[in-house]
Each structure stands twice: as C-alpha cells, then as structure tokens.
C-alpha cells in the first residue's frame, strides 16, 4: 500500500526541517536473478499460461526490488499472474484489479515512488583498507 503523506520528490531537498516520516529504501539497480521463483508449468485450472503473461511474469521477477519480497509478497505476485492472465485471455474487465496490484507491487516508477523505493547505481566492491596509526601519519607528514 502506498504511505500517507505528499509523494516525496527525489530531485528536490526536502522543505520541511523535521525528519519525514518515512524514509527511501533504496535498492541497487541490477536485475533480480533467482530461480526459486518461477511462474509454475500449468495455471491451478491445468491450462497453459498465456504467452503475454509468460513474459509479464519474467519482467516482473526482476525488478530490482524484488529481493526485498517475502514469501506473502511472491505468493501477491503470483496471485497477480492469475489476474494477469486472465486479461491477456481478453478479459478486459480485469484491467482495472490488475493495474491496482501492478501498483501495490512497484512495477512503474511512479509506484515506486509512492513506496519510497529508489533504486541507486550498484557501489564497486571496496578494498579493504587496514587502519593507520596516527603516529606512523604524522611521521610520513614531518619526514
């Protein structure tokens, strides 16, 4: 669900001096890859799923935030799949509920910006850097 409040605006600073209530998650920019979570052979009918929802299900088990899913959240997407499929089946009725759980799941960047969700460029591995003796500074700094 998206949080009370203003949306935030992520290229202005903030007008406001106290803390906001709700601070950005932000989550590197890098595709999601895990295979525990795949779209299942057969619909729960026994019925092939779609093509279109194939391919909706691949985009959206990738999105960056992904990793941040609990067991609930994948078994909203996969409960979201059904709904999917249904539309792309031609049941345009479902149109509605769809984009409703689409936003629920930050699947657009207006989503996640009611979710506080931003997702950052991906920090290079740093080296790990051993702690210098204030001593052995000042001798390079006199010497």
Known sequence: MPLPGSK????????RRNKPPHEWIEVQDKPFRNTRHQLPALMPDGRPWPEATRQWWQDISQLPHCRLWNRGDWRFALDTALVAASFHSGEIKQAVELRQREKVMGTTLDSRRDLRIRYVEPRPKEERVGVTAIADYRKVLEG
């Open 8 to 15: 935030p605006q992520q290229d202005h600073p903030p007008r």
